[in-house]
Nanobody, 120 residues
């Protein structure tokens, strides 16, 4: 059974930082590309950062240079260091595989996410 548990969100002011964590319960974690997704208010969930099995990162333009994705395979955990946060970073953050894990062909599995609020 796949489980994804995100943590580390909170309410901060613009310019501040947060570090998100996600513990992943899945077999062969080391062989999984992983990612962070964000669902901003009024928008669909979107991938914002990804990391390959060998640690090569990818970022969307909106977060590149401010966010850093990393992974610790021996802990089955991924992280998202978020610096210089902006109000448009507000949303619920989820981790998942890249692409998202599907226990069955018709179903994706997601965790509860962690809420990030950035406002002055």
């Amino acid at each position: 059974q796949v489980q994804l548990v995100e943590s580390g969100g909170g309410s901060v002011q613009p310019g501040e930082s947060l570090r998100l964590s996600c513990v992943v319960s899945i077999g062969r974690f080391n062989d999984r590309n992983m990612a962070w997704y964000r669902r901003a208010p009024g928008y669909q969930r979107e991938l914002i950062a990804a990391i390959s099995t060998i640690g090569v990162p990818y970022y969307t333009a909106s977060v590149e240079g401010r966010f850093t994705i990393s992974r610790r395979n021996f802990e089955s955990t991924i992280y998202l260091q978020m610096n210089d946060l902006k109000p448009e970073d507000t949303g619920v953050y989820y981790c998942n595989g890249d692409p998202p894990f599907r226990p069955t062909p018709s179903m994706e599995v997601w965790g509860e996410g962690t809420q990030v609020n950035v406002s002055s």
